[in-house]
């Protein structure tokens, strides 16, 4: 099924193992980068990171921080025994580096869970959230190397505008349905 839920406690024991499963290689999406130290699958790691992911959402215009949602990746539907597989940022703006590099979704799914669709969907999902945001076009950008991640983001209606700094740049346009009313447009300024 794939749901994206709020951090949140309840789900320790399955973000527990995610973390233990990327073994400290870069979780995209997570927020990891909020953190002095890095992740360990405990508790108190736990406590630490949902803290620094509370405090950035909101952005830091001047310290270049954008506002964003982060969302963990549940295999089922999100209930308390629903299992952690992932992590995702919905940037809700871009600034210079993100509309160059970053775009306004990072997702990543643990490595003993991918090639099981729970990427495709948890994008699908984020593109909805977007719209439900007011975005009506969505940036994704992949390494040029990262095969799985193109065809995931294709897959969504992703189209490639150009490759830039080793990543490829898709624009998703938010279907109708699912946009707010008064939508802008997918970048800083009112670029395309």
């Known amino acids: ?17 995610t973390v233990a499963d990327f073994g400290g290689k870069n979780m995209h999406g997570s927020g990891d980068w909020n953190l ?32 964003s949602t982060y969302y963990w990746i549940t295999a089922e539907d999100g209930g308390p025994d629903d299992e952690v597989i992932g992590f995702l940022n919905l940037r809700h703006d871009l600034n210079d580096f993100l509309l160059e ?22 994008l699908g ?10 975005i009506d076009r969505v ?13 995931t983001i294709e897959a969504n209606g992703g189209v490639l505008e150009d490759v830039r700094k080793g990543k490829r740049r898709y624009w998703v346009t938010v279907p109708s349905s699912q946009r707010r009313s008064g939508a802008r447009g997918g970048a800083a300024g009112g670029r395309p």
């Open 125 to 134: 999902l984020s593109v909805a959230a977007a719209g439900a945001l007011g």
């Open 101 to 122: 590099e970053g775009g306004h979704i990072g997702y990543s799914v643990r490595p003993a869970r991918r090639r099981q669709g729970h990427a495709s969907r948890a």
């Open 1 to 17: 099924m794939t749901t994206l839920v709020l951090p949140d406690l309840r789900w320790f024991p399955g973000w527990a193992a």
């Open 139 to 151: 940036l994704l950008t992949c390494d040029t190397d990262n095969e799985a991640s193109a065809r």
């Open 36 to 67: 002095d130290q890095p992740l360990e699958p405990t508790e108190e790691s736990c406590h630490a990171f949902m803290a620094a992911l509370a405090a950035s959402a909101p952005g830091d215009p001047g310290g270049g921080k954008v506002p």
